[in-house]
C-alpha cells in the first residue's frame, strides 16, 4: 500500500508492545514495561522468551494482573531475550488464545503486532493452502506464520522480517524474535509508532518510550516503512528494501517517577492535578531576548505564513475540541477564516486546499492515524502544516512543517484532562504568533494576552483547592442516568468536552450544546431533575453573557437542576442557579482553562464512586493508531 493512498482501514487502538535483550532476566522488564503500557490495551496480555529448548510463551485475556498471576504459578525461565504486549481487541475476541505473542507453525518464530492488516484473509487462505494451521481469530498470526514461512524457507530474520512488511497491507509495528538466533530481536513498523531504547549492553524496542524509561533516557524514533534489526550492543536501521535509512535518536526529558501516580488513586487524577504544571511548562520561553513570540520547530518562511488565506483544524475527540476552542482565538486575533474539520472526515469530503491553507493538526500522540493521513493528504495539496503534539518525534510533528510542542508530560489516563488544556494553551501561542507575523496584533497586545495566559497555571490551581463541592455534587448524582451541558463561544467545546469525559468515564448519556441551540430542539430533553451545567461567558462580553443567563431560566422553567459555573463575583447568575461553582475571573478567550477542569474532576468523582475503572474505561484505549 502507499504510504500517502487513500484507503478506508477498520478502525482499531493502540496495543504495547515490547522487546528486550540484554544480562536482565528479560520477561521481568517485559511484564514491567507492559504494566506501564496497559493505558495503549487491556484485554489481553502475553510475554515470550528464548530458551535453550525454543520459544516459551505465557499468555492470559484480561488485565496485565492476569498475567502476572500466571506467572506466579507457571514462570517463564528467566533468559536475557524477550517480548511482551498488551492488546486492544479487534481481530478475535479478548481470549487466551488471541492474546499475543503468536507463534509460527514449527515454534522457531514468535511475533508480536500493534495495528491492522487489511489483506490478512489472503494470506491466510494462502498459507492454509501449504498446509499451515491456525489457531486463533487475529490477523497477528497471520504475519507469524507468513514469517515463519519465510525464515523456514532459508532467509534470516531481518531479511524474511523485509519481505513480508512488503506484502503486508494496512497498518503495523511487528517485533520478532528467532528460536535459532537468541540474541536478537528484528522489528518493523509503518503507520504506527516504534521507538528503540539504548541501554549501555541492552536494548529495548517498544512503541512508548514508558516501557523502557526506569532503564534509559537514551531513544530512536523509527521512520516510516523501517526494519531494525537489535542485539544487546548493536542497532541497524533499514528500509523495507535493506537499503540503510535514517533514524532519529532524542533523549527523554521525563524520568520514571512522571509515570507513577504519586499517591493519587488514578493516574487521571494526578494528571488533573498537574495542568497548573503542564500548561506553565508549554507556555514557558516563548519569547526571544528581543521580545518577540517564537515557537518550538518552526519551517516556514513569515512570508509563506503571511499569504495565508484560510486555516484549517484538524484533528479527534477532545483534541478536536481544543481545535474549536482554537478558531475562536485565532480568527479573532488574526482575521484569518479558520475551519475545524474532525480528522477522520476531512479527506472523504474533497476539502478545498491550496499553498496558500495552512492546516494545524492537534494530537497528543502524534501517531493518530486519521489525523496523520489527514495531514498526508493535506501536504499532496501543497499545503503547510503545523502540527500541536505532545510526543518529541512522533510521525505527525516528522511530518508537519513546524511543531508546537505542550510540553504535558507523559499521559497515562486514557480519557485526555492535561492533554486537552495544554492542547489549548499551544492553540493560543500559534494563534498569537500568526497574528504577530501578519501584523493583525500590536507586540504590546500580544505581550498583555501573553502576561495573561502567564497566570492562568496559578488560576487552575486555585479551581483545583476548591473542588470539594464537585466532589460532594458527583454523590449526588450517582443514579442519574443523562446529563446536558451547555455553552456559548468558547463555553460550547467546553461543554462538549465535559459531556465527553462523562461518556468515557461514567457510561452515562452526557450530550453537549450551544445554549442558543434550545429552543431548536435539544429543550425538549429537558425534564423534571434533569441535572443541566452551564458554562456561562465572563461579564461584559457583548451580550453572551445576558443570553445565557435567560437560557439558565428558561431550562430551570422547565424543571431542571441548573449546575452552574460563572465568574467570581457574577451575581447575576446567582438567582438562577441551584448549584454555583465560582470560577477565577479571567477573558472570555481563556475561560476553557479553568471552566474544564471542574467538568473533568466530576467525570473522574463519578466513575470512581459508580467503582468504573477511571484510567481504563471499557472499549477504550489512549489512541487511535488505524483508521
Not at 298 to 304: C, G, N, V, Y
Not at 575 to 603: E, G, H, N
Given at each position: 500500500?502507499?504510504?500517502?493512498?487513500?484507503?478506508a482501514?477498520?478502525?482499531?487502538s493502540?496495543?504495547?508492545?515490547?522487546?528486550?535483550?540484554?544480562?536482565?532476566v528479560?520477561h521481568?522488564?517485559?511484564v514491567?514495561?507492559?504494566?506501564?503500557?496497559?493505558?495503549?490495551?487491556?484485554?489481553?496480555?502475553?510475554?515470550?522468551?528464548?530458551?535453550p529448548?525454543?520459544i516459551?510463551?505465557?499468555?492470559?485475556?484480561?488485565?496485565?494482573g492476569?498475567?502476572?498471576?500466571?506467572?506466579?504459578?507457571?514462570p517463564?525461565?528467566?533468559t536475557?531475550?524477550?517480548?511482551?504486549?498488551?492488546r486492544?481487541?479487534?481481530?478475535?475476541?479478548?481470549?487466551?488464545?488471541?492474546?499475543?505473542?503468536?507463534?509460527?507453525?514449527?515454534?522457531?518464530?514468535?511475533?508480536?503486532?500493534?495495528?491492522?492488516?487489511?489483506?490478512?484473509?489472503?494470506?491466510?487462505?494462502?498459507?492454509?493452502?501449504?498446509?499451515?494451521?491456525?489457531?486463533?481469530?487475529?490477523?497477528?498470526?497471520?504475519?507469524?506464520q507468513?514469517?515463519?514461512?519465510?525464515?523456514?524457507?532459508?532467509?534470516?530474520?531481518?531479511?524474511?522480517?523485509?519481505?513480508?512488511?512488503?506484502?503486508?497491507?494496512?497498518?503495523?509495528?511487528?517485533?520478532?524474535?528467532?528460536?535459532?538466533?537468541?540474541?536478537?530481536?528484528?522489528?518493523?513498523?509503518?503507520?504506527?509508532?516504534?521507538?528503540?531504547?539504548?541501554?549501555?549492553?541492552?536494548?529495548?524496542?517498544?512503541s512508548?518510550v514508558?516501557?523502557?524509561?526506569?532503564?534509559?533516557?537514551?531513544?530512536?524514533?523509527?521512520g516510516q516503512?523501517?526494519?531494525?534489526?537489535?542485539?544487546?550492543?548493536?542497532?541497524?536501521?533499514?528500509d523495507?528494501f535493506?537499503?540503510?535509512?535514517e533514524?532519529?535518536?532524542?533523549?527523554?526529558?521525563?524520568?520514571?517517577?512522571?509515570?507513577?501516580?504519586a499517591?493519587?488513586?488514578w493516574?487521571?487524577?494526578?494528571?488533573?492535578?498537574?495542568?497548573?504544571?503542564?500548561?506553565?511548562?508549554?507556555?514557558?520561553?516563548r519569547?526571544?531576548?528581543?521580545?518577540?513570540?517564537?515557537?518550538?520547530?518552526?519551517?516556514?518562511?513569515?512570508?509563506?505564513?503571511?499569504?495565508?488565506?484560510?486555516?484549517i483544524?484538524?484533528?479527534?475527540?477532545?483534541?478536536?475540541?481544543?481545535?474549536?476552542?482554537?478558531?475562536?482565538?485565532?480568527?479573532?486575533?488574526?482575521?484569518?477564516?479558520?475551519?475545524?474539520?474532525?480528522?477522520?472526515?476531512?479527506r472523504?469530503?474533497?476539502?478545498?486546499?491550496?499553498?496558500?491553507?495552512?492546516v494545524?493538526t492537534?494530537?497528543?500522540?502524534?501517531?493518530?492515524?486519521?489525523?496523520l493521513?489527514?495531514?498526508?493528504?493535506?501536504?499532496?495539496?501543497?499545503?503547510k502544516?503545523?502540527?500541536?503534539?505532545?510526543?518529541?518525534g512522533?510521525?505527525?510533528?516528522?511530518?508537519?512543517d513546524?511543531?508546537i510542542?505542550?510540553?504535558?508530560?507523559p499521559?497515562i489516563?486514557?480519557?485526555s484532562?492535561?492533554?486537552?488544556?495544554?492542547?489549548?494553551?499551544?492553540?493560543?501561542?500559534?494563534g498569537?504568533?500568526?497574528?504577530?507575523?501578519?501584523?493583525?496584533m500590536?507586540?504590546?497586545?500580544?505581550?498583555?494576552?501573553?502576561?495573561?495566559?502567564?497566570?492562568?497555571?496559578?488560576k487552575?490551581?486555585?479551581?483545583?483547592?476548591?473542588?470539594?463541592?464537585i466532589?460532594?455534587?458527583?454523590?449526588?448524582?450517582?443514579?442519574?442516568?443523562?446529563?446536558?451541558f451547555?455553552?456559548?463561544?468558547?463555553?460550547?467545546?467546553?461543554?462538549?468536552?465535559?459531556?465527553?469525559?462523562?461518556?468515557?468515564?461514567?457510561?452515562?448519556?452526557?450530550?453537549?450544546?450551544p445554549?442558543?441551540?434550545?429552543?431548536?430542539?435539544?429543550?425538549?430533553?429537558?425534564?423534571?431533575g434533569?441535572?443541566i451545567?452551564?458554562?456561562v461567558?465572563p461579564?461584559g462580553?457583548?451580550?453572551?453573557?445576558?443570553?445565557?443567563?435567560?437560557?439558565?431560566?428558561?431550562?430551570?422553567?422547565?424543571?431542571?437542576?441548573?449546575?452552574?459555573?460563572?465568574e467570581?463575583?457574577?451575581?447575576?447568575?446567582?438567582?438562577y442557579?441551584?448549584?454555583?461553582?465560582?470560577?477565577?475571573?479571567?477573558?472570555?478567550l481563556?475561560?476553557?482553562l479553568?471552566a474544564?477542569?471542574?467538568l473533568?474532576?466530576?467525570?473522574?468523582d463519578?466513575?470512581?464512586?459508580?467503582?468504573?475503572?477511571?484510567?481504563?474505561?471499557?472499549?477504550?484505549?489512549?489512541?487511535?493508531?488505524?483508521?
Amino acid at each position: 500500500m502507499s504510504v500517502c493512498a487513500v484507503k478506508a482501514i477498520t478502525v482499531t487502538s493502540m496495543c504495547g508492545i515490547i522487546g528486550y535483550v540484554g544480562p536482565r532476566v528479560a520477561h521481568a522488564v517485559v511484564v514491567e514495561g507492559l504494566r506501564r503500557m496497559e493505558y495503549r490495551g487491556y484485554d489481553s496480555a502475553g510475554a515470550a522468551v528464548i530458551t535453550p529448548d525454543g520459544i516459551s510463551v505465557r499468555k492470559k485475556a484480561g488485565k496485565i494482573g492476569n498475567l502476572d498471576a500466571l506467572l506466579a504459578s507457571d514462570p517463564l525461565p528467566e533468559t536475557g531475550i524477550g517480548i511482551g504486549h498488551t492488546r486492544w481487541a479487534t481481530h478475535g475476541g479478548p481470549t487466551d488464545t488471541n492474546a499475543h505473542p503468536h507463534v509460527s507453525a514449527d515454534g522457531r518464530i514468535a511475533l508480536i503486532h500493534n495495528g491492522i492488516i487489511e489483506n490478512f484473509a489472503t494470506l491466510r487462505a494462502e498459507l492454509r493452502a501449504k498446509g499451515v494451521e491456525f489457531s486463533s481469530e487475529t490477523d497477528t498470526e497471520v504475519a507469524a506464520q507468513l514469517l515463519g514461512d519465510v525464515v523456514a524457507g532459508g532467509a534470516d530474520l531481518a531479511d524474511a522480517m523485509r519481505a513480508v512488511c512488503l506484502r503486508l497491507e494496512g497498518a503495523f509495528t511487528l517485533v520478532a524474535m528467532d528460536a535459532t538466533d537468541p540474541g536478537r530481536l528484528v522489528a518493523a513498523r509503518r503507520n504506527s509508532p516504534l521507538v528503540v531504547g539504548v541501554g549501555e549492553g541492552e536494548t529495548f524496542v517498544a512503541s512508548d518510550v514508558a516501557a523502557f524509561i526506569e532503564f534509559t533516557r537514551h531513544a530512536i524514533e523509527l521512520g516510516q516503512d523501517q526494519v531494525v534489526d537489535v542485539t544487546a550492543t548493536s542497532i541497524t536501521v533499514t528500509d523495507f528494501f535493506g537499503n540503510p535509512a535514517e533514524s532519529h535518536p532524542f533523549e527523554v526529558t521525563w524520568d520514571l517517577s512522571a509515570a507513577e501516580k504519586a499517591g493519587f488513586d488514578w493516574f487521571m487524577r494526578k494528571e488533573i492535578f498537574e495542568q497548573p504544571r503542564a500548561v506553565a511548562d508549554t507556555l514557558l520561553g516563548r519569547f526571544t531576548p528581543e521580545g518577540a513570540l517564537t515557537l518550538d520547530e518552526l519551517r516556514i518562511p513569515e512570508a509563506e505564513l503571511r499569504s495565508v488565506d484560510k486555516i484549517i483544524i484538524v484533528a479527534c475527540g477532545t483534541a478536536y475540541y481544543a481545535g474549536m476552542v482554537a478558531k475562536y482565538a485565532i480568527e479573532h486575533w488574526t482575521r484569518i477564516a479558520c475551519e475545524v474539520e474532525i480528522a477522520s472526515e476531512f479527506r472523504y469530503r474533497d476539502p478545498i486546499i491550496s499553498g496558500s491553507t495552512l492546516v494545524v493538526t492537534i494530537s497528543q500522540s502524534g501517531e493518530t492515524a486519521d489525523t496523520l493521513m489527514a495531514i498526508r493528504h493535506a501536504r499532496e495539496q501543497k499545503a503547510k502544516v503545523i502540527a500541536i503534539c505532545n510526543t518529541n518525534g512522533a510521525t505527525i510533528p516528522r511530518e508537519s512543517d513546524a511543531v508546537i510542542y505542550t510540553h504535558a508530560g507523559p499521559e497515562i489516563g486514557v480519557a485526555s484532562t492535561k492533554g486537552f488544556l495544554t492542547q489549548v494553551a499551544a492553540c493560543y501561542l500559534l494563534g498569537l504568533y500568526l497574528a504577530q507575523v501578519r501584523g493583525t496584533m500590536y507586540g504590546d497586545e500580544i505581550a498583555a494576552v501573553m502576561s495573561e495566559l502567564a497566570s492562568t497555571p496559578d488560576k487552575i490551581q486555585q479551581v483545583l483547592e476548591s473542588l470539594d463541592q464537585i466532589t460532594d455534587l458527583a454523590a449526588r448524582f450517582i443514579d442519574t442516568k443523562s446529563v446536558l451541558f451547555l455553552g456559548r463561544h468558547v463555553g460550547y467545546p467546553v461543554a462538549l468536552e465535559g459531556a465527553l469525559k462523562l461518556k468515557e468515564l461514567a457510561y452515562l448519556h452526557a450530550e453537549g450544546f450551544p445554549a442558543g441551540e434550545l429552543k431548536h430542539g435539544p429543550i425538549a430533553l429537558v425534564e423534571e431533575g434533569t441535572p443541566i451545567f452551564v458554562v456561562v461567558p465572563p461579564q461584559g462580553r457583548d451580550q453572551l453573557h445576558d443570553k445565557v443567563v435567560s437560557n439558565i431560566q428558561e431550562v430551570r422553567a422547565r424543571g431542571a437542576l441548573t449546575i452552574v459555573l460563572a465568574e467570581e463575583g457574577d451575581d447575576e447568575v446567582t438567582p438562577y442557579a441551584d448549584i454555583l461553582f465560582r470560577l477565577p475571573k479571567v477573558s472570555t478567550l481563556l475561560q476553557p482553562l479553568v471552566a474544564t477542569v471542574p467538568l473533568q474532576m466530576f467525570a473522574c468523582d463519578l466513575a470512581t464512586l459508580k467503582g468504573f475503572d477511571v484510567d481504563q474505561p471499557r472499549n477504550l484505549a489512549k489512541s487511535v493508531t488505524v483508521e
